[in-house]
């Protein structure tokens, strides 16, 4: 695709951007948190202590129906700056590094162009290196009071306070992270509602009472960022958005793609001088499904510039806005150490969930998550057999290819409904609204990792791919051999010339053919190598693997190895000399399968 300059996209937008005059033209203030569900007292959570936030939700919209396209926060926070799908650009995979196709840029940087100074404070984690034009600073010092006299301002402030490290803090750290808080506002951890996903435990207990003591915290944070707006004469002039990145941190929460990790806070407050079409009422609430893909639309809409043709979001304030969402959706794919790929759609009552690879437990092994209270009660109390059913259920070792929740009934999805007879034609639709999605997205999911490298390097970015001559057919068949189980089309796919589904063939052949993957012992690319040598149980072959120069091959024959467990035990040399390895990921992976070679 040609490259298209800011600028340019600007001036050849020119008849419909009708840019407001400086003197009227809104300043916009993010304030993002991480790890947050809808948790607060605005949202009638009865345990959550937030009364500023309450209070600005009074002067706010208060959305009811916010998600975010990823449960964890570097691929939601790709979707947010660029107002795309991961999937489609190909930072899905988290802790990426994906190159932006040439015509993609960060949305500030149309705000730049337009006349905003932008600012952020100081998150990034787009997975994808920042660009050199997106802020005019980015730092943890970035403020707007930086700007122009009389310049309009975008500032972003970024809270980490509720983010899941937070929550297993102790001793200095975690009072200092809670000074602000008084006595009648500490959590009492008996008294904390534990959802049926979770095990009521002490340990666990005391990680939500934790959480809900650092919403607190965060209460006191935005109140000082908007009191800055109030004591500098600029909240009359300033739009506020203040939005969570992702669910709780917490076990089947964050990473995962039910309401608890992708339904999010979403809280607007709008100037009256600003406000147009009946929207941003003081106390009002507003039940349309709203993607945070939807913000950076937004935003520009907001500011009178033109939404670029490729941005997937679309703007849900201003005037003349496109037709309200039918459907949300939602993608997982790597997280941190572990592949397991899902895709999500959501409509205001039910969620479809497709896993892609059912064969995987639901709780794998991650460094990060299993430092958690809340998974280590589930490890623990699941060998014991004492857990409730509705938690036990996820700590099986295969998940069902689809799920379906009525969330009018079941709000903490645990009731699996996607062999209801009744809800037959809902499981259609939303199974018919998810396949068209995957196609007209371009979804590239299921291109195993080490491939969307080499395709990167060759077309210049991940998004390039699924735009080449017939890539829609080559989608589809990769996906198809992704759902089939036919030893005889996976055979044959052994042999088709693209390496995508040659990997697909050679990982369900492990399970129901592993004969037939002789012949991809010497398959050229790498990963369909390693799927052929998990699949034929070769600890050799995979330790040979573990040594390639390309880092994500290296994740997956290390992650192939531990599934071995002691089978692998030949590869131990070559698993301790991992430990050292330069991709941080691999690391993990090798550790925890020493640990169970007990070496």
Request: glycine share 6%; with cysteine; hydrophobic share 40%.
């Amino acid at each position: 695709m040609t490259k298209t300059s800011r600028r340019e996209f600007l001036a050849t937008a020119a008849p419909a951007l009708q840019l407001p005059s400086r003197r009227v033209r809104p300043n916009i203030v993010f304030l993002s948190c991480e790890d947050t569900s809808p948790l607060l007292g605005c949202y009638g959570d009865s345990a959550a202590i937030t009364p500023v936030l309450d209070r600005f939700a009074r002067q706010a919209t208060r959305y009811t129906n916010a998600y975010t396209v990823a449960g964890v926060c570097a691929p939601s926070r790709s979707g947010i700056i660029t107002g795309m799908y991961p999937s489609t650009l190909g930072s899905h995979h988290m802790r990426c590094q994906a190159r932006l196709p040439q015509h993609v840029h960060c949305f500030p940087e149309y705000l730049r162009d337009a006349g905003y100074y932008c600012t952020n404070n100081s998150k990034t984690d787009y997975n994808f290196p920042v660009p050199r034009g997106a802020w005019d600073e980015s730092s943890r010092s970035a403020h707007w009071r930086k700007r122009k006299p009389g310049q309009p301002f975008f500032a972003v402030f970024n809270f980490t306070i509720t983010h899941e490290s937070r929550i297993r803090w102790s001793g200095d750290e975690w009072v200092k992270a809670t000074s602000e808080l008084r006595p009648g506002q500490r959590q009492d951890p008996a008294r904390m509602r534990i959802p049926p996903y979770h095990a009521s435990a002490p340990a666990t207990r005391r990680h939500w009472a934790n959480f809900y003591e650092l919403v607190t915290a965060l209460d006191y944070q935005v109140g000082a960022a908007l009191r800055e707006l109030d004591e500098a004469g600029l909240a009359d002039d300033t739009i506020v958005f203040f939005w969570g990145d992702h669910g709780t941190g917490l076990a089947r929460a964050k990473r995962w793609l039910y309401d608890s990790g992708t339904r999010v806070p979403l809280l607007v407050r709008i100037p009256q001088k600003f406000q147009t079409a009946g929207q941003g009422r003081p106390g009002s609430v507003d039940d349309q499904l709203v993607s945070l893909l939807d913000l950076g639309p937004t935003v520009l809409h907001l500011a009178g510039v033109p939404v670029p043709e490729h941005m997937q979001g679309r703007a849900f304030l201003g005037p003349r806005l496109t037709p309200a969402r039918d459907y949300v959706f939602g993608a997982r794919d790597r997280m941190d150490e572990r592949y397991d790929i899902i895709r999500a759609v959501r409509d205001r009552r039910y969620r479809y969930v497709r896993n892609y690879e059912p064969f995987k437990p639901y709780y794998q092994h991650m460094r990060t998550a299993e430092g958690s209270a809340t998974m280590q009660d589930l490890r623990r109390l699941h060998a014991e057999g004492k857990l409730p059913p509705e938690a036990a259920q996820f700590m099986a070792d295969h998940k069902p290819p689809e799920e379906l929740y009525d969330l009018g009934t079941d709000p903490h999805e645990v009731r699996n409904l996607a062999a209801s007879p009744e809800l037959g034609e809902v499981l259609a639709r939303m199974r018919r609204v998810h396949e068209n999605w995957m196609r007209e997205t371009g979804d590239l999911g299921l291109i195993p990792e080490p491939e969307l490298v080499v395709r990167e390097r060759e077309l210049g970015s991940r998004y390039a791919i699924a735009r080449q001559p017939r890539a829609g057919d080559l989608l589809a068949r990769v996906r198809r051999m992704a759902l089939t189980a036919d030893p005889k089309e996976l055979a044959a796919g052994l042999n088709d010339p693209d390496a995508a589904i040659r990997y697909w063939a050679a990982t369900h052949l492990g399970r129901v053919d592993p004969a037939a993957l002789n012949k991809a012992r010497g398959d050229p690319a790498p990963v369909v190598r390693v799927a052929a040598a998990r699949g034929l149980r070769d600890a050799a072959a995979l330790a040979t693997l573990l040594g390639h120069e390309e880092e994500w091959v290296r994740l997956h024959a290390a992650l192939a190895l531990d599934d071995l467990g002691t089978l692998a035990a030949q590869a131990k040399p070559t698993l301790r000399n991992a430990l050292k390895d330069s991709n941080n990921y691999v690391p993990r992976v090798a550790e925890h399968a020493l640990a169970a070679l007990g070496a």
